[in-house]
């Protein structure tokens, strides 16, 4: 069964507005989180990362949230621009393991 | 380099055909991991080097995959006796030391994407 849900498999915004990413995890083990961004032919990037000590980091127009209770992280762009058009990627991993564990990606689509 | 590298970056096999395909992971980079991403799938583990020691390969799929990083820089997953199911793009990752330890990223190359026929 899947760990890591990403319900949503595309989303589009108008540029300028927000961009709301949204991943489920299923064990409570996972003490670390990162979103991935990655373009047609090319390998993910890293984008931004949370540890589960906090609930909150934002790093210029991408901000990660935590909710431990419910499992569940978002990733916010704001304010959204084409550029930003791509799969993301929400990853997981569990204290003292070195894999991640990725969800199925949302493709997201700015409009200009 | 100033990436990751992998090569090839396309690869066609018949089905039985054994392939090999390449990582150069970033200078200095101690650990390597590969993972196989199916079409509209996530990346998914595969295996785990720090220096030339494979630490982990819980995530091969069968014994007809097999990693290698014998000096510890480049690296080889050969898939033997290739089959439909193998077609995937494979990835190959780095970073400085590991992940667990000091919540390194993974840098990430482009792939080889294998299609098997």
């Known amino acids: 069964d899947q760990q890591v849900k990403q319900n949503s498999p595309s989303l589009s915004v108008q540029e300028g507005r927000i961009s709301i990413l949204n991943c489920d995890y299923t064990?409570?083990?996972?003490?670390?989180f990162l979103w991935y961004k990655k373009y047609p032919a090319e390998g993910p990037t890293f984008l931004i990362s949370?540890?589960?000590?906090?609930d909150k980091n934002e790093d210029g127009r991408f901000t990660v949230f935590l909710n431990k209770s419910a499992k569940h992280l978002s990733l916010h762009i704001v304010p959204s621009q084409p550029g930003d058009s791509a799969v993301y990627f929400c990853?997981?991993?569990?204290?003292?393991?070195?894999?991640?564990?990725f969800g199925k990606g949302t493709k997201l689509t700015v409009n200009p | 380099g100033a990436g990751v590298s992998q090569s090839p970056r396309y690869k066609v096999a018949k089905r039985g055909q054994d392939v090999a395909l390449r990582c150069d992971p970033i200078?200095?980079?101690?650990?390597l991991f590969w993972y196989q991403q199916a079409l509209g799938q996530g990346p998914e583990f595969l295996t785990y080097?720090?220096?030339?020691?494979?630490?982990?390969k819980s995530g091969l799929p069968s014994d007809r995959f097999f990693a290698e990083r014998p000096e510890g820089s480049v690296s080889t997953l050969k898939i033997q006796r290739t089959q439909q199911e193998d077609s995937a793009v494979y990835l190959c990752?780095?970073?400085?030391?590991?992940?667990?330890?000091?919540?390194?990223?993974?840098?990430f190359g482009s792939g080889t994407q294998l299609s098997v026929l």
């Open positions: 990853a997981v991993r569990q204290g003292g393991s070195e894999k991640l564990v």
């Open positions: 080097f720090q220096n030339e020691a494979q630490l982990d």
């Open positions: 064990n409570s083990m996972f003490d670390y």
């Open positions: 200078s200095g980079h101690v650990s």
């Open positions: 990752a780095s970073s400085l030391f590991g992940v667990a330890a000091t919540n390194e990223k993974l840098f």
């Open positions: 949370i540890s589960s000590i906090k």
